[in-house]
């Protein structure tokens, strides 16, 4: 299959593309599309053989189930069961937008797109790209990130093709996303609402509008770097995720003991003979006298530090580094969510200094 690009990243949007990509999700085909939090590889929701194409192109376990992307409210009413009155307040305050709600799923979408579970998770994409394939396909998209299981999540429609070519029918290119990392996803189908994975939309942001919100005791990691042991909910947060090749570190403290530790620990790797990979900010990147230096963003600005997470990783898997030495980022909006990930990558090492 050759995967066709469809450049729809400058206003007003390329209608005959959105045209031809929507014809491709009617006919059971995966179109990649741009979100604000990552590039998503879509089918109809509706449409088993496409949610086992999803499954297929992108190498990932059957059991790990898809978002569904809607365009109106409506949608969510007609896919759900027992809806909470928290999920309308919820979607008033962040619809469109990176929040992913999980409700009781009704019988219209099949267990092929929910990974066999009876329940469904759903979101609002704010992107316009996103919302004109929604809207002029008329499917509810089943949408999971647009890259191989185990890589880092797309943020721009070159990682889509480095992953995906030659598997899926299209790639509608937005241009790069917004915020570059996944969504928010919370459970709505118990009493207390539920963080399952860490987001752009905090708990303090939830809290405002439903009250009392809880962390999944699953994906809570303790000051050595293990969990109480509790399943987490979401089963995409129990796969080992966000992999680089390299062996990644994260070192954490005080801005100047961090960086001497990091040339400390780069100048024993290349004295072995490895190849050394490291992630500052731009405060902090000429203060490094070794290694391949990126530079992820501004500590100040913690939305570039999302931003640039991915692709940083991406670049050190080009780079062929054997270790990755990375600074710790403690942000008070998004920390929980890039520092979720970035563990993650890391197989949760840390050094504290
Ligand atoms: P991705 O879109 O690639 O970030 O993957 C979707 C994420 O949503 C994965 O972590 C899934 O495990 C999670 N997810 C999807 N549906 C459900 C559900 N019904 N219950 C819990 N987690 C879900
Ligand atoms: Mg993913």
């Known amino acids: 299959m050759i995967t066709k690009i469809m450049d729809v990243s400058e206003e007003p949007i390329n209608i005959d593309y959105i045209r031809e990509a929507s014809e491709i999700l009617k006919n059971g085909g995966l179109v990649a599309f741009p979100t604000e939090t990552v590039y998503g590889l879509g089918g109809d929701a509706t449409d088993m053989e496409a949610s086992r194409k999803i499954y297929a192109a992108k190498g990932r376990p059957s059991d790990n189930p898809l978002i569904v992307h809607i365009a109106r409210y409506e949608q969510l009413e007609a896919i759900t069961e027992n809806l909470p ?19 009781n799923k009704n019988q219209v979408i099949p267990y092929e797109t929910t990974g066999g579970l009876d329940t469904v998770a759903v979101r609002m994409p704010n992107n316009p790209v996103a919302l004109a394939l929604i809207n002029e396909s008329g499917c509810m998209i089943a949408a999971p990130s647009a890259n191989t299981s185990g890589r880092p999540s797309p943020t721009k429609a070159s990682h889509v093709y480095e992953d995906l070519s030659g598997k899926i029918d299209c790639i509608l290119d937005g241009g790069p996303v917004d915020i570059g990392l996944e969504s928010t996803i919370v459970d709505l189908t118990e009493d207390v609402v539920t963080i399952l994975r860490p987001g752009f939309i905090n708990m303090d942001m939830l809290r405002e509008v439903v009250g009392e919100v809880r962390m999944d005791p699953g994906i809570v990691y303790n000051d050595k770097g293990t969990t109480s ?8 947060m129990r796969y080992k995720h966000y992999a680089p090749k390299g062996d990644l570190t994260i070192v954490s403290g005080d801005e100047d003991d961090v960086v001497s530790k990091i040339n400390e620990l780069t100048a024993q790797a290349i004295a072995s003979d490895l190849k050394v990979g490291i992630i500052a900010t731009s405060v902090t990147a000429d203060r490094y006298d070794q290694g391949q230096i990126l530079v992820i963003g501004d500590r100040a600005d913690e939305k570039s530090i999302a931003h640039n997470l991915y692709d940083i990783l991406r670049r050190f898997d080009e780079l062929g580094v054997d270790v990755i030495y990375s600074e710790s980022f403690s942000t008070p909006q998004m920390g929980q969510a890039i520092m979720n990930r970035l563990l993650k990558a890391a197989g949760q090492k840390t050094i504290e200094v």
């Open 85 to 103: 009155k928290t999920a309308k307040l919820l979607a008033d305050a962040f619809w469109p937008g990176p929040l992913t709600m999980v409700c």
């Open 229 to 236: 042991g509790a399943r987490p909910k979401a089963p995409g």
